[in-house]
């Protein structure tokens, strides 16, 4: 198979990267990398992998690979998308970018919740596979079995989600406010007469002042947020709360019945996992042994933590998540609202579950696996 990477040096393509790599899924491929800025130039060394890259903007070698994974963007997926298409091309299309997600001829990939619905669509012969918004495909993860089961009659989920989704410059911003912030305070927190208060005003002078880096997050994130993600669309939506219905129905397969699904998406000071909290109404009241049994039996990554203090704060906080596969969830009982509604705490990493693995194991499924 003759796969082509675009974008394999951003954030999200060196974290697939980094995922092919260790689970040697490069072996047995041909693989071609693409670059926008530097064709000719020396390509990541792979084994079977073409030695020089080549011009991502070159319709007739990209048409000469059996599949393209590109992680370069929506700007590229725009432009380059259609006039491939255009000209025959009839190889397989798998992309992070959003730009697809919702086109009718295209599928949205995560396999350990919708391996039925992406194996109908490759009998039927569709070629576009595309990732997932990362709060959606984490949720999912999360809450598989629920869904699997239908027994989900709408849910909730208020996002707190990390600076890693708006991308890589927003991520090294955070840090930057970070330690501008810690410098505007060093001085007080040094003074051993300075209250915490002394300290708060001196924090909140320099998040108001002006000169803290907030060109990318255009308001300061370092010892605050911010609620809202993404552009306005109808009903006083953002675009992000408008894909957690529009992609999990997608996604099941059952956009012809939907589950309502939606909440607010808020940008926290986390790096690279989304955490989201959820609130559930069940189609039916169910003991909590059973939901819990449900929750954790769904796939093979999701663990459900118990809900005390000493497991929380051990396992369900992006300092414990970031970089790993597992997508924990916790918190989960039922609420005083009635015997069918539950209340959970998810934690997971952006890059993994949220963007890079739902396209290798995509490969994977193509390859017969
Ligand atoms: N839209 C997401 C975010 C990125 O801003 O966090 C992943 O889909």
Known sequence: MRVGFVGWRGMV???????????????GLES???STSNPGGAAPKVAGGDPLLKDARDLAA?????AIITCQGGDYTSAIHGPLRGRGWKGWWIDAASTLRMAPGSVIILDPVNRKVIERAIKEGKKDYIGGNCTVSLMLMALGGLFERDLIEWLSSMTYQAASGAGAENMTE?????????GECQQVMADPAASALDMEKQATAALRGGHMPTEKFGAPLAASLIPWIDRAVEHGQTREEWKGSAETNKILGREDRPIPVDGLCVRV????????????????????AEVAEIVKGANPWVRLVENTKEATLAQLTPAAVSG???VP?????????????YTAFSVGDQLLWGAAEPLRRMLGILRGG
Not at 174 to 182: G, R, S, T, Y
Not at 329 to 341: A, C, K, S, T, V
């Open 62 to 66: 990209l048409a000469s690979m059996d």
């Open 329 to 341: 969830i916790g918190r989960l009982r039922p609420m005083l609202l009635g015997p069918e509604y």
């Open 269 to 288: 000071g986390s790096l690279r996992c989304h955490s989201q909290g959820f609130t559930l109404k069940l189609r039916k009241a169910l003991p909590p």
């Open 32 to 34: 071609v990398f693409f």
């Open 324 to 326: 790993k596969l597992e």
């Open 174 to 182: 955070l840090m930057k406010q970070m330690a501008f912030l810690a």
């Open 13 to 27: 393509g060196s974290v697939l990267m980094e995922r092919m790599r260790a689970e040697n899924d490069f072996a």
